[in-house]
């Protein structure tokens, strides 16, 4: 069995997950997406801004070496699922607030009513987490580049915050959401805080708030470092409150379907606005290669929201889940190579062994990788390679969930029709973080285990 060679050679058809399914504007969960460039879209603790006709993606561009700031990203799109890399619309700065080994998190990006400016807001902070700020920078245009400002002052004092989103009523006026608690109604051109106006008791980290029906909601997360939890929310009457917990909006003990809220988009659809959920799945220390997204329709009903059920993939269109492996062919396990390592159990395969290999042939166009996830597993290598031997795609794939969870694990670019092998290696890499108290989280192995592949 030959060795990989650890190349990464992005290339293809450029989308957010792309089928024929319903309208074909198909949203896939939990599995990397791709850019006009073939590229994974990297933009983590995001938000969108839809700005004459066209969707804007804002969001952490994270590196897999390190948890310094790298920059800002934005994408575009006109359909919310095909992403066009727009630029890193705000860089690593040459010294302050967001200079060299910084942190920069949560951008949220809103466009002034009386200004017509675009103004950005994040959390910035050191390594250690022990010097944070809220900061903003502003920009005439929507993709353009973004000039840092510094702090956001109140009482002409800098916010010195962690995690924080924003809200824009129907009425203009802009909103600051900081962790545990405090809402904060921003001044008429958005570059300062013009007042505390409520203070969310019990409340927790990631704030994101929507408004529907006359009724404000805003969602939560708790606070479990990048594991996963069960996020919940609060209503109130108005953004001044009174703000009352209401519970969970996911099923108990499904973490949020492993993710932590990030923003909610209001998502036109005739004459009516659903609000989107938009979600992390944080794959720490690998970010950038290996972190996904959940985006999900949330359910409203009264005070009531609800996610009542996981769809890894649905239609952005018809809000409806479509099967995204109905078109695909499932590979047989006889058809398969694989290292002794491997071991095969109640048809699926195996392995905790770093570098025992598992190889597919495969005569198409792409290929999907299903597996569970669970506490026990790692990261697997998933390379391409065509009928030269040439590594035509790869990247890292997590395994890792804090509760088991079978799934598409990843869905490779679609590429020219040929002949090709999957391989799928054991790293022996184990997600393990610690947060401030020196709490130990992730897994306590590195299984990557294979339920079955489909090419197509």
């Known amino acids: ?96 607030i967001l200079g060299p080994d910084r942190v920069g998190e949560r951008v949220k990006v809103m466009k002034c009513p009386s200004t017509g400016e675009y103004v950005m807001y994040m959390h910035a902070d050191d390594m250690g987490y022990k010097d944070p700020y809220i900061g903003y920078a502003t920009c005439s245009t929507i993709n353009g580049e973004y000039k840092l400002q510094g702090p956001l002052l109140h009482d002409g004092k800098p916010v010195k915050r962690w995690d924080m989103g924003t809200f824009q009523d129907t009425d203009g006026k802009g909103y600051l959401l900081i962790h545990h608690g405090p809402i904060y109604r ?18 927790g980290e990631s704030p994101a708030m929507f408004k529907k029906n006359g009724i404000y909601y805003m969602l939560y997360s708790n606070l479990t470092s990048w594991e996963k939890n069960d996020n919940f929310y609060f209503t109130a009457p108005k953004i001044e409150g009174p703000w009352t917990k209401q519970g969970l909006f996911c099923p108990e003990g499904k973490l949020t379907y492993n993710s932590q809220s990030t923003f909610v988009f209001p998502l036109k659809r005739g004459n009516d606005t659903i609000p989107m959920f938009m979600g992390d799945r944080w794959s720490y220390p690998h970010q950038a290669s290996a972190a996904t997204y959940v985006w999900m329709p949330l359910q409203v009903d009264g005070i009531k929201i609800s996610i009542p059920e996981y769809w890894q993939c649905w239609d952005i269109n018809t809000l409806k889940p479509v099967d995204a492996l109905q078109k695909g062919k499932e590979v047989p396990v006889k058809e398969m190579e694989f290292t002794r390592d491997w071991k095969e159990e109640n048809s699926r395969l195996a392995s905790n062994t770093k570098g025992s290999i598992l190889a597919i042939p495969f005569k198409g166009t792409h290929i999907a990788v299903v597996g569970e996830s669970n506490p026990h597993s790692g990261y697997a290598k998933v390379s391409i390679l065509n009928d030269k031997k040439d590594t035509v795609y790869s990247s ?32 022996g890499i184990m997600p393990i973080w610690t947060d401030k108290t020196k709490t130990i989280y992730g897994s306590d192995n590195s299984f990557v285990t294979v339920d079955a592949i489909y090419s197509f």
């Open 186 to 203: 921003l001044s008429d051109d958005y570059r300062s805080i013009e007042a505390e106006v409520a203070y969310v008791k019990g409340s």
């Open 396 to 427: 890292l794939v997590d395994f890792y969930s804090k509760y088991p969870e079978k799934a598409i694990r990843i869905m490779t670019p679609k590429m020219s029709k040929g002949d090709y092998t999957l391989f799928i290696e054991v790293t």
């Open 1 to 96: 069995m030959i060795k990989l060679l650890l190349l990464v050679a992005f290339f293809c058809v450029g989308c957010a997950g792309i089928s024929n399914e319903g309208s074909g504007k198909i949203v896939y969960n939990g599995i990397p997406w791709f850019d006009n460039q073939g590229n994974i879209v990297n933009a983590h603790g995001a938000c969108i801004v839809e700005d004459n006709g066209r969707y804007y993606l804002f969001g952490e561009y994270k590196s897999d070496k390190s948890n310094a700031f790298p920059g800002f990203s934005c994408y575009s799109s006109d359909d919310l699922v095909n992403w066009k890399f727009e630029r890193i619309v705000l860089p690593v700065q040459p010294d302050g």
